[in-house]
């Protein structure tokens, strides 16, 4: 199993440009996530859902858009980048248990906006 | 929001035991309290998580205090590898999954 992935790895845009994120899991998880992360800080959540065709904001959701067509694939875009939007972007996953619930990241995405 | 408070670094000697301390004193009865590590900008990884009880898996036990107010990660035998950034979050389980992050412990491990 590949677990979660991320497309591209590495990204370089300039301001004003636009781009979608794909985020891919194959282990059939109902939630999944995208948070940023700048450098020196804690990851910070962007937008998620909690099932196919569901979205929802998460604490910094403001110049993000996201969808949820399939199980599988979680997208995220930016229809005007900004420089303020240079950050390192993960996508999670995550799997409920009896006792709490687990999230599975995926390797990040560098994006750098000129 | 959900707040923790860890110091933002600590030294460990390579073989030794890793002791790393999170204070969480507004947690309430149901929530859990959950460890991640971040290694080198690579996605966060989980660790172990837990309510009331002590609980140990093959990568680390977490001691929670009678009082839930704070709690302690331990790294048995901590290797060069375990050098890391270290979260500890706390959570509801009826929630949507979502992990309010702070800054962490940068856990530095030295041979």
């Known amino acids: 199993n590949a677990g979660v992935t991320q497309t591209p790895k590495f990204r370089v845009l300039k301001t004003g440009q636009s781009m979608t994120l794909l985020c891919a899991q194959d282990?059939?998880?109902?939630?999944m996530y995208w948070y940023r992360q700048d450098p020196g800080m804690g990851l910070r959540l962007i937008h998620y859902s909690v099932g196919e065709g569901t979205t929802a904001k998460g604490e910094v959701p403001d110049g993000y858009n996201v969808s949820r067509l399939k199980k599988q694939n979680f997208l995220l875009g930016l229809e005007s980048a900004a420089p303020s939007q240079t950050s390192v972007y993960f996508c999670?996953?995550?799997?409920?248990?009896?006792?709490?619930?687990?999230?599975?990241f995926g390797p990040g995405t560098r994006l750098t906006v000129l | 929001d959900a707040k923790t408070t860890q110091p933002p670094s600590m030294d460990c000697a390579e073989g030794r035991a890793a002791n790393l301390p999170c204070n969480h004193s507004t947690i309430s009865g149901n929530e859990y309290v959950y460890w991640y590590r971040q290694i080198h900008s690579q996605g966060p990884q989980y660790i172990i998580h837990g309510l009331k009880n002590n609980e140990t898996n093959e990568m680390a036990s977490l001691i929670i205090t009678e009082d839930r107010k704070s709690s302690t990660l331990i790294l048995p035998h901590a290797t060069l590898r375990d050098t890391a950034v270290y979260y500890c979050i706390f959570k509801g389980s009826s929630n949507t999954g979502k992990l309010i992050f702070g800054q962490g412990t940068t856990l530095q491990v030295k041979p």
């Open positions: 999670a996953t995550n799997a409920w248990t009896s006792g709490g619930d687990t999230q599975y």
């Open positions: 282990m059939n998880h109902e939630y």
